[in-house]
């Protein structure tokens, strides 16, 4: 399948690709594991485990994301991706923990290394096919706004710099005959491991804690804002406040309030608001917009003037 064919896929479509490949990898990593003997390619097989698991688990939470808005969740079913991006997180940490305890035991007791050239082959195969599908992701992620699918080409990511680094020990204990070389090297791994799980359910909590938009959308929407607003001499016609912003994985939400001359009318001023909704909305994709009228000598309290803990 082409680069553009994959462009095409939508977020599920890409996360059965993902599953595909995660059964592939897993395969042709095991096999250079066992053909081997390496704990460096074991722990790399190890991760491909987590890539199934999080592409299945990112797969059920795209599918309920995608579901419309009803009674019960009248804002829409979005935010379930961050389950998805919190759990491939959590099991980052686990395999990680796993490939700690396998390359402890290795470094009490070196083994060595055996068949290296097939080894190495499968595992640069199964690199190969992660880096790409990592960077068609990375597109899709971009295009869908979808956190489930940066979350898995960043995985992905984060198992081809893995494999990498793993090639390299086993070269090295090859060349120099230092078998502690390769459970070293998986501690490493590890480590890295550790640190891009913990980045994946740390923005996952954010996500789900109602987090602003992020500061390039924010621009946008003071710069549509300000084409709207208008002076006569000393005295604003419509100006705009108590702007608030949170994102929900695809969708983006914008509260305001928007200030009107009181001697305007019901039907004018929410024809200019009406226009204003639409402007923003145009400006950012996925954006959905919630504008409350006032008169412009009407002043209301803010978010947090009314809440007694601040």
């Known amino acids: 399948m082409s680069f553009a064919a994959l462009r095409r896929l939508t977020p599920r479509q890409l996360l059965m690709v993902s599953i595909g490949v995660a059964l592939l990898t897993i395969v042709l990593k095991t096999a250079a594991w066992a053909m081997t003997g390496s704990v460096g390619l074991l722990s790399d097989a190890m991760e491909s485990l987590v890539n199934l698991a999080s592409a299945v688990f990112g797969l059920v939470m795209v599918t309920i994301a995608a579901r419309p808005a009803d009674e019960d969740h009248p804002y829409g079913h979005h935010k379930a991706e961050y389950f998805s991006s919190g759990f491939e997180g959590v099991l980052i940490i686990a395999a990680a923990l796993g490939i700690v305890w396998a390359a402890s035991s290795r470094l009490l007791a070196p083994q060595p ?8 082959a499968l595992s640069l195969l199964s690199s190969l096919l992660n880096g790409l599908l990592a960077w068609a992701l990375l597109q899709a992620s971009k295009q869908h706004r979808s956190i489930a699918l940066e979350a898995d080409a960043k995985h992905l990511l984060s198992d081809v710099w893995t494999s990498g680094g793993v090639v390299i020990g086993i070269v090295l204990v090859a060349l120099t005959g230092w078998l502690w070389l390769d459970p070293v090297v998986a501690l490493l791994v590890a480590l890295n491991i550790l640190k891009e799980g913990g980045k994946l359910v740390w923005r996952s909590s954010q996500g789900l804690m109602d987090e602003a938009v992020e500061p390039e959308v924010q621009a946008v929407i003071d710069d549509t804002l300000a084409g709207f607003a208008l002076r006569q001499g000393d005295t604003t016609v419509i100006r705009f ?11 983006r939400f914008v509260d305001l309030h928007m200030h009107v001359p009181a001697g305007w009318t019901l039907g004018r001023a929410a024809a200019v608001r009406g226009e204003v909704e639409r402007a923003l909305m145009a400006a950012v994709p996925g954006l959905r917009a919630s504008i409350q009228l006032l008169p412009s000598d009407v002043e209301t309290l803010s978010l947090n003037q009314d809440d007694p803990t601040t």
């Open 113 to 120: 290394i055996e068949q290296v050239g097939w080894g190495l």
């Open 241 to 251: 406040d108590h702007l608030s912003t949170r994102r929900a994985a695809q969708r």
